[in-house]
């Protein structure tokens, strides 16, 4: 009872600390971090195949483009991306759809694979 009487009693002072809450509340709206579109990394397999001794044109044309053709078509892929290197060695990522299952998606990709 006695506290809410202070301010009853002291207007003024009642006044300038709710403005005070009102600025701190302004300032911390303003700096909160906020994005409209959050990053959200869709989920992805990956796969590596080595031909040892190859250049990256070879292994792009003779091991790249057959595992992409096997592996286009599982469900939830939204795109594979390959990249060979020099050295005989070709990594494919496999990006899935958001909310895909990563077990059940890489089993589909490996038994495309085997």
Do not use: C, W
């Amino acid at each position: 009872m006695r506290f809410t009487h202070f301010f009853v009693d002291h207007p003024i002072f009642a006044s300038v600390v709710s403005i005070l809450i009102t600025l701190l509340g302004f300032i911390a709206y303003l700096s909160l971090p906020v994005a409209q579109y959050p990053e959200i990394a869709p989920p992805t397999i990956q796969v590596s195949a080595t031909y040892p001794g190859a250049s990256a044109e070879t292994v792009a044309d003779t091991v790249a483009t057959p595992l992409e053709q096997e592996i286009n078509g599982v469900e939830g892929m939204l795109y594979a991306k390959s990249e060979a290197t020099g050295d005989g060695v070709l990594n494919l990522q496999v990006t899935f759809k958001l909310g895909t299952n990563l077990d059940d998606a890489q089993v589909q990709v490996q038994n495309r694979v085997s």
